[in-house]
């Protein structure tokens, strides 16, 4: 008996048959047997696997079904009911074994006694040139894990169907009488829905197992590259189907939801994706078999996928193909602004109809998407083709339509173009053309094009082979680039375009259009003439031989070479190994606030005072992100993590920043490290978190290395010496009694206004376009995190548009997300609710705020400066205080406001605030005074008066 029988199934394969075989001869596993079964194959598939047998006996049995079943179900239970191993696998005659698959497997099955074993999948797409490798569902694999049942994890059901990546035991089938459904496609999905609820144990084992090959344009094509056929579609639905009558029999509604959320998020799509090259009879049909099917999901399932594969699925419902083609647009060109939108009752929409029905309202609000509050220029706007035509030489003549989303692209808009011709991979070249008409059409901005591409266009000709299309707008001054989509458009009678590369004709010689997997319109460069082919065919056999090997192998170290530059353990080793020796550059100070994200908080602060009192010295300022916008323009701005950034914080005499520069780095002997910290503590810090005192030993240590880079740590209390300083395991030495640089601004607003007996509101009122006569509030959350520690989804935890129907009138509320965190406005609020999460530095909106709206925030301690009203808005203080992190106090205790927990709790304090504020003046002087007992207003002054030589440098 051997251990592992490897079922080969074939049809019309004969020519990879030998390779999938060899893969399972090969394995390292000695004791299997394999089985060839061929589904009636027409090109001698089994005639080539009885010539295997007869190489192999012993080793291979091939067995052949009297008809074609018509899918790969049936020839996998003939091979079931002729294997004799203990354990049987699945293996498709045009993929292959990994080398170690089967002793992996076993292995794994022996040792933990699962009756099914899974394993890695690793897909490769053949392209014409390349390869490419996608993990199938690697999270499912990262370590190797045994389940007792399969609801602890739904989501290896409803992801991980393939029934070739795994091990199951042969008595386990026979007992539970698990078949393939016969003459069905997509049959994997039944059998191992079947398989994984009848199963006692299961494994996951971190291991490549098997190579799925899938070749996009074989002439044959597989079930998955034929979707096409109305019958595929009509065999997953029925599969489906079957499956939920399963999980309906054994009450298992949990793997039902995430089985509809999974067909919504994929399966639906994968079918929506064809829609647009399909003609009106097949979609008329798709939407009949789709509306019935539909119908029958789970309502909580749409609640659990993004907005547009939610949209798509209703409008398919509804048949309204006007607005689902589009839709269906921008889930292939995923973020992409594919529809002219509506706004209605402060609500935004994909489009104006079904706007009247429940469902319709729903699904089709796209308000949470933000496409109404971002900067033209960082919307991507859908450019549909709508004409093409050539010459048949080199000329091509090019028409679009851009949607012009909620009419943002005025009538009245200065409007410019080019025509963009781009090679795919970077830092190559590329050749522009003007428009030769651009006008504005209402909901899109319609243009045309006319390139000679065989005079104008001049590729290189090997390596710069894929062009992508591009129509660059210029709106006002503004520049938008939109990537030109195929539309609807068909490419079968588009000609290919004469080409000059600059190598030589020799290697390439036409421009051939296509549409690419995202159904942007791209260029191919290929060969028609005999001469180019015959180099092509050259060049092809020249890249097998064995110099073509060694010059891959030496570029291939070369990207290594290049890749392990830009790795952070290299940037680390370079900083300790080479920068550190430099000398330290007397006067150059880094300045960082929130690890880049910020021209911010006290480090901003003593920037300023140092600029103030003419200190002379060189500033360098950490960013992080593509492009630094809102940083001073008097000094050198590094992107965080570069090698300028590594190169600066090595030579710098002094370090300040309120977080923590990267901690792997090792701060030199010469460089003085001032901490400023970003607010005192409510919730535990450091080394009073719960899960830093499960570190063991060295890991506390490397943790308080990090930490004793601090030379000096500011504090603004007592409270800060007893929790952050302890906390952090500081020395006293370290710390300095000044108050935050930060709060010196409110200090000083609380004085001039305890002195005129006037609030001075500043600029940014004006800026922001506040009514004189309305109070501000400003909301101002912190962020919540798992207990993993990653952020989690913010969203608003109140009614904003009834916040603003019921105080729009008293009051314009100011709302700053948490720099982790983004928040979307309804355009329902406009004027009465502003977003001003973007700025930098939240100081003046605190000096601005007539009174703040927070939860567990530091900023209450920073605001209590100012002397006037908060509320405490802790809907989930309990899991807060007690479930994660911890605190320090209870809030309750000692807030000096308010604290609510509801909706409806929030709207009656803020109905109150005025009785509020006189209520709770003795509370916000006592929490002011035990919090903030060191802000002075003179904090930077300190600073720069320690450390710092006004107008001489240090």
Not at 74 to 91: C, D, K, S, W
Not at 317 to 345: C, F, H, K, Y
Not at 391 to 407: A, Q
Request: net charge neutral; aromatic share 10%; with cysteine.
């Amino acid at each position: 008996m051997p251990d592992v029988s490897v079922i080969v199934i074939v049809y019309n394969d004969a020519d990879r048959l030998p390779t999938a075989v060899q893969s399972v001869l090969d394995q390292t596993l000695n004791s299997v047997e394999v089985l060839i079964v061929d589904d009636c194959s027409t090109d001698g598939s089994f005639e080539v696997a009885r010539a295997l047998e007869a190489s192999h006996p012993g080793r291979i049995r091939a067995f052949q079904l009297p008809e074609n079943s018509g899918a790969g179900g049936e020839p996998r239970n003939v091979g079931i009911g002729h294997a004799t191993g203990r354990y049987i696998m699945f293996l498709d005659s045009d993929d292959v074994l990994e080398h170690n698959a089967c002793r992996n497997l076993l292995e794994a099955a022996e040792q933990t006694q699962a009756d099914i074993v899974s394993g890695l999948c690793v897909r490769l797409t053949q392209g014409t040139r390349t390869t490419k490798r996608t993990e199938w569902y690697p999270w499912l694999y990262r370590t190797t894990r045994t389940l007792e049942s399969i609801t602890e994890l739904p989501d290896l059901f409803v992801w991980d169907t393939l029934s070739t990546n795994k091990c199951y035991r042969r008595e386990f089938l026979l007992d539970n009488d698990l078949r393939f459904p016969k003459g069905m496609f997509y049959e994997d999905l039944m059998f191992i829905a079947e398989a994984y609820l009848a199963a006692n144990r299961i494994t996951l084992i971190p291991n490549q197992v098997y190579f799925w090959n899938v070749h996009e344009k074989a002439a044959v094509k597989s079930v998955t590259n034929r979707r096409h056929e109305m019958t595929n579609y009509e065999h997953r639905l029925e599969i489906h189907r079957r499956i939920e009558a399963l999980l309906e029999h054994n009450d298992l509604h949990g793997l039902r939801l995430a089985k509809d959320v999974k067909f919504l998020k994929h399966d639906l799509v994968l079918h929506l994706r064809d829609l647009p090259h399909r003609d009106e009879e097949y979609r008329a049909e798709f939407a009949e078999l789709s509306r019935e099917y539909l119908a029958d999901l789970s309502p909580e399932a749409y609640d659990s996928v993004l907005p547009i594969q939610a949209i798509c699925s209703y409008l398919l419902q509804q048949g309204d193909w006007d607005n689902l083609l589009p839709a269906v647009d921008a889930l292939i060109r995923r973020n992409t602004v594919t529809s002219p939108l509506i706004e209605r009752d402060g609500r935004i929409y994909w489009c104006g109809e079904h706007l009247d029905t429940a469902d319709g309202a729903r699904f089709l609000d796209v308000t949470g998407l933000g496409y109404h509050t971002r900067p033209l220029t960082q919307l991507a706007l859908g450019n549909r083709l709508t004409s093409y035509a050539d010459d048949g030489r080199g000329k091509v003549r090019l028409g679009g339509s851009v949607v012009n989303p909620l009419g943002r692209i005025r009538s009245g808009a200065k409007l410019s173009g080019t025509l963009e011709f781009r090679a795919r991979r970077t830092s190559l070249q590329s050749f522009k053309f003007p428009l030769t008409s651009l006008k504005h059409a209402g909901q899109t901005l319609d243009w045309t094009a006319e390139a000679d591409l065989a005079r104008k266009l001049r590729p290189l000709g090997i390596i710069d082979v894929v062009w992508d299309v591009w129509v660059n707008l210029d709106v006002d001054g503004e520049k938008v680039p939109t990537r030109v989509g195929a539309g609807r458009i068909e490419l079968e009678s588009a000609r290919p375009l004469r080409i000059r590369p600059r190598l030589s004709r020799l290697v390439a010689d036409r421009l051939v259009p296509e549409i690419s997997a995202k159904g942007n319109l791209s260029y191919l460069l290929t060969a028609e003439g005999q001469a180019t082919v015959r180099t092509q065919e050259l060049i092809g056999e020249a890249l097998q031989s064995k110099a073509a090997s060694l010059a891959k192998k030496g570029l291939r170290k070369a990207r290594k070479a290049k890749k392990d530059l830009n790795s952070g353990d290299t940037k680390i080793r370079v900083y300790h190994e080479a920068f550190s020796k430099l000398p330290i550059r007397k006067g150059l100070v880094v300045f960082e606030s929130h690890m880049g994200k910020q021209f911010s908080d006290s480090p901003k602060a003593i920037y300023d005072e140092m600029r103030r009192q003419g200190v002379q010295f060189d500033a360098v300022w950490s960013y992080d992100g593509a492009k630094p916008t809102g940083f001073p323009k008097d000094a050198t701005l590094v992107k965080r993590w570069s090698y300028p950034y590594l190169r600066a914080l090595a030579q710098a005499e002094f370090w300040i920043d309120n977080q923590g520069f990267p901690m792997k780095l090792a701060k030199r002997p010469g460089t003085t490290y001032i901490q400023t910290w970003h607010g005192s503590a409510l919730k535990r810090m450091g080394f009073d978190v719960p899960q830093m005192k499960l570190l063991n030993r060295a890991g506390q240590a490397t943790h308080q290395k990090v930490l004793d880079r601090f030379d000096h740590f500011l504090i603004r209390s007592e409270h800060d010496v007893r929790t952050l300083a302890s906390g952090f395991r500081l020395r006293d030495e370290v710390l300095l009694r000044t108050g935050y640089p930060r709060n010196d601004a409110l200090v000083t607003a609380r004085e001039q206004e305890a002195e005129t007996g006037e609030r001075v509101r500043g600029p940014i009122a004006e800026q922001l376009g506040i009514d004189a006569d309305k109070k501000v509030l400003l909301y101002a959350p912190t962020f919540r995190a798992s207990e993993s520690g990653a952020v989690k989804k913010f969203e608003l935890p109140f009614d904003v548009e009834e916040f603003a129907d019921r105080f729009g009138d008293r009051y314009t509320l100011l709302i700053r997300s948490h720099y982790l965190n983004q928040v979307v406005l309804p355009p329902s609020v406009r004027g009465k609710v502003i977003d001003v999460s973007q700025g930098h530095d939240i100081t003046p909106l605190l000096a601005l705020a007539d009174g703040l709206i927070t939860d567990y925030s530091s900023l209450m301690f920073d605001y209590a400066l100012l002397d006037r009203p908060m509320i405490f808005f802790a809907y989930d203080y309990e899991e807060y205080a007690d479930e994660t992190r911890g605190t320090y106090f209870d809030l309750r205790d000692k807030a000096p406001g308010p604290v609510v927990a509801t909706e409806s709790e929030l709207f009656a304090a803020v109905d109150g605030l005025k009785a509020a504020d006189a209520d709770y003046a003795g509370a916000r002087e006592r929490f002011a005074t035990e919090f903030g007992e060191y802000d002075k207003g003179t904090a930077a002054q300190q600073i720069v008066a320690k450390f710092f030589t006004p107008g001489s440098g240090k």
